[in-house]
């Protein structure tokens, strides 16, 4: 089997402009790729909305060798609700650090040289302040679970994720594909897992022809299927074959073809543009202030 990758966490985002101000000038991302779109995606990439949306994709480097952020933006929705199931995505870079700093942004040290913020949204980010050494600064995605031995079950034997750390006493356990790539971190939350109306999404990419087995293997064993396998076209670019699924505690986990997905991911060079010129069009903050109105909460 060749080695899957993790690709990216989907975040729905309210306020696009400071978010993207989070992504660029704290964590230094870069805006990978832009794009809008008219109505809802297939395989509910912007949640269960219909209307007009757009996805930009920011990280430190492409997708086929970084673990990446999909920023999600449905037009007219102001804000949603977080639950307990994301609970934080832990990098290093103390450029990162240093920025919040500058910039004023809230930044809480919580261990010895580890400090917590959020992005817009309330969505949590650990910086490690070191030197930043591996190509990928992003270590691991953290989610909440409710009983870590059904999930470890679901993650390592039916996924194949190899688990790289567990820890009985604070009720964690560290899994992923590859030393090489960004880990998936599950910890108890000491209860159900509330996914409010923020929820996201954890993507890895398969070998095309994995996909059907992924598929039937969750048949057999009675696991939730939100999306069965189905081709996305993007126009002018690859048509990628996904399966969407949810794990014991409803996560959603989307598996994606590698090779049309290596395509389809490779770097804009007009990403920031596109990103910027959509948001200096979006007159929608402007049009509910002028009303004294609120976008739509979620």
Not at 124 to 153: A, I, M, R, W
Not at 256 to 275: C, I, T, Y
Request: overall charge negative.
């Amino acid at each position: 089997m060749a080695v899957r990758r993790a690709l990216h966490f989907v975040f729905k985002v309210g306020d696009r402009a400071r978010t993207a101000r989070f992504y660029r000038e704290l964590l230094g991302m870069s805006v990978l790729r832009h794009e809008e779109f008219d109505e809802g995606c297939k395989a509910s990439c912007n949640g269960p909305y219909d209307g007009k949306w757009s996805k930009t994709m920011v990280g430190y480097g492409p997708e086929d060798d970084h673990f990446v952020a999909e920023l999600t933006y449905n037009y007219g929705i102001g804000e949603y609700r977080l639950g307990n199931d994301f609970l934080g995505i832990t990098l290093v870079s103390s450029q990162a650090v240093s920025n919040a700093k500058k910039m004023g942004w809230p930044l809480k040290e919580v261990t010895a040289g580890v400090f917590e913020t959020e992005a817009p949204g309330g969505y949590k980010f650990y910086l490690e302040d070191k030197e930043q050494k591996k190509q990928d600064p992003v270590l691991k995605v953290t989610l909440g679970v409710s009983d870590l031995h059904k999930s470890v079950n679901y993650w390592s034997h039916l996924l194949g994720m190899k688990i790289y750390e567990k820890d009985e006493e604070k009720q964690r356990i560290l899994l992923g594909y590859a030393d090489n790539q960004c880990k998936l971190e599950l910890k108890a939350v000491g209860g159900a897992v509330d996914h409010g109306t923020a929820f996201g999404r954890i993507a890895f990419s398969c070998a095309k022809e994995e996909l059907p087995n992924i598929e039937a293997l969750m048949k057999k064993e009675n696991q939730k299927i939100l999306t069965p396998l189905v081709s996305l076209d993007t126009p002018g670019k690859a048509t990628v074959q996904v399966v969407i699924l949810a794990d014991p505690d409803g996560h959603e986990i989307c598996f994606v073809g590698d090779e049309a997905f290596r395509d389809l991911s490779k770097v804009d060079p007009n990403g920031d543009k596109l990103l910027d010129d959509a948001m200096a069009a979006d007159k929608s903050d402007t049009w509910f202030a002028a009303r004294n109105m609120k976008k739509v909460s979620a």
